[in-house]
């Protein structure tokens, strides 16, 4: 099931505001470590899947990548990529990666941040950006840690009476496929899948896997946001770059 949570006005005005705060946890962990894995941009053909508001389509345009498609299911976030970046090797579309069409061995370099846990079928997923991708090509992706997305909804941070932190429980891990849950709105769907299957299927599918990064914060990143030290006590994302072979 699709689900197009970001034309939801609620959610989109919520989500806007936690990103224009400078100290987040995209500015802070999930993107320092994702541009970690970053291939040589210079003459490349991008696509970026779940590209929001195309900051990162737009960076890799001056890195001087050859062009640089955004896709994404929200016209929220396509009416604002447009505004902010033009440019002539640039491209936005609104459309869900589930019905997008690429032509075969066309990209060099496919990118996504914090969007597969929205798309149900993994396995199509990386079968059409293995298909996708040029020989040699890059796929570098996050998504929120296996871990997180495990528990069906519920907290996953056990407290004393006082509210400290005790522990972080993981139920449920198993038990992959459909979630629902609240962050900013009701009934968000997200999807969890295995550290396993995750894996495997992209060794399925003829991507090989070259890093793997379970994002820790630097110390300034800690002194910016200090809850940030939680991360040390279990992941919040994943972050993966693997070759098409
Ligand atoms: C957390 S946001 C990340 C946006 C952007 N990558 C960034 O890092 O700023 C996730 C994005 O994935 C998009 N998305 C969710 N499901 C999608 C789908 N099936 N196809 C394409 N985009 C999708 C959402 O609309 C949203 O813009």
């Known amino acids: 099931m699709k689900q197009n949570i970001y034309d ?38 991008v696509l970026d899947i779940g590209c929001g508001i195309g900051d990162f389509a737009a960076y890799c345009i001056s890195q001087d990548a050859k062009s640089v498609t955004g896709i994404d299911i929200s016209s929220n976030m396509i009416a604002n990529a447009k505004k902010l970046h033009i440019h002539e090797d640039l491209y936005f579309e609104q459309v869900a990666f589930e019905d997008m069409k ?41 998504l929120e840690h296996p871990i997180e997305t495990a528990n069906m909804g519920k907290e996953n941070w056990i407290t004393n009476e006082e509210g400290n932190l005790l522990h972080f429980a993981v139920d449920n891990y198993q038990n992959e496929g459909l979630r629902t849950l609240n962050w900013l709105v009701d009934n968000v769907i997200m999807y969890h899948r295995t550290m396993s299957t995750i894996i495997n299927t992209l060794i399925e599918n003829g991507l090989q896997i070259e890093k793997i990064i379970e994002p820790i914060p630097t110390k300034e990143a800690l002194c910016d946001l200090p809850s940030l030290s939680k991360e040390f006590r279990r992941p919040s994302f994943l972050i993966i770059r693997a070759k098409k072979i």
């Open 8 to 45: 939801n006005d609620t959610f989109f005005s919520k989500y806007q505001e936690i990103r224009a705060r400078e100290n987040n946890y995209n500015n802070l962990l999930e993107q320092p470590n994702f541009f970690r894995l970053l291939p040589t941009l210079k003459n490349k053909i």
């Open 102 to 142: 690429v032509s075969n061995g066309t990209i060099d370099f496919i990118s996504s941040s914090l969007a597969f846990h929205y798309i149900a079928d993994f396995q199509l997923l990386i079968k059409e950006i293995s298909t996708a991708l040029c020989e040699g090509g890059i796929l570098v992706f996050s």
